[in-house]
């Protein structure tokens, strides 16, 4: 069965420093992996996805990702944090059924 | 293009009480996701439609939830009745019809249960 684990559920970054999220998974097969931003009240928006093809993904807003098969991790980064980066992240595993399996989600905090 | 839309944006209500909940989906999008977001925990699927028919609703809890998508468009999903435990956020999200397309969520409704 597939899995997800995020490694932080707080992460805390000064403004204009990177940014890095932790993602594991856990899968029988060639994953297709996701990362998706949660706003304060508003919906969830697709940052970024790995499907088999280039394993460094880049996403919107200066976010990308990396899929290490042989760390089963698919880690979000970004090189400088923006006040408006402020969220929850989630990482999420779409299984063989296409549906998607969702982490626990990290929030982002930027300090100014 | 318009995106998913939900109403209310907030509900309370107390235990015991029946609540439903609103989903129009994207146009053209057969493919319509109910979640269910607790405090601290990613989503949880609750059911899928394709058009009107279920194509997943295996973590619905069919004893006090229920779902449906008449029409094949707008869909609803109700509770009744209420339990404390279902305070959390319910998130309806559409796709074209090919389940392994983008996912686009609406900006839920937020559940309070008393």
């Known amino acids: 069965a597939q899995s997800v684990t995020q490694l932080d559920s707080h992460v805390s970054v000064s403004e204009g420093t990177p940014v890095l999220l932790r993602c594991n998974y856990s899968?029988?097969?060639?994953?297709?992996l996701f990362w998706y931003v949660q706003h304060p009240n508003k919906g969830l928006q697709l940052l970024l996805k790995?499907?088999?093809?280039a394993t460094l993904v880049k996403g919107i807003n200066g976010f990308e990702a990396e899929f290490k098969k042989s760390e089963t991790s698919f880690h979000l980064t970004k090189p400088s944090a923006h006040m408006s980066d402020a969220a929850e992240y989630f990482c999420v595993v779409r299984d063989s059924n296409y549906q998607l399996i969702w982490g626990a989600g990290t929030k982002l905090i930027i300090k100014p | 293009e318009a995106g998913v839309a939900q109403s209310p944006r907030y509900k309370i209500i107390e235990k015991r009480q029946s609540v439903a909940f609103w989903c129009n989906p994207i146009s053209g999008h057969a493919t319509l996701y109910w979640y269910q977001q607790i405090l601290g925990q990613g989503p949880k699927l609750l059911i899928q439609?394709?058009?009107?028919?279920?194509?997943?609703d295996s973590q619905l809890p069919k004893d006090r939830f229920s779902a449906e998508r008449l029409k094949g468009v707008d869909s609803t999903l109700k509770i009744q009745p209420a339990k404390l435990e279902d305070s959390a956020v319910y998130l309806c999200a559409s796709s074209r019809v090919d389940s392994y397309n983008e996912q686009f969520f609406g900006p839920g409704t937020r559940l309070t249960v008393l």
């Open positions: 439609f394709q058009n009107n028919g279920v194509v997943d």
């Open positions: 899968s029988s097969y060639s994953p297709s």
């Open positions: 790995y499907t088999s093809a």
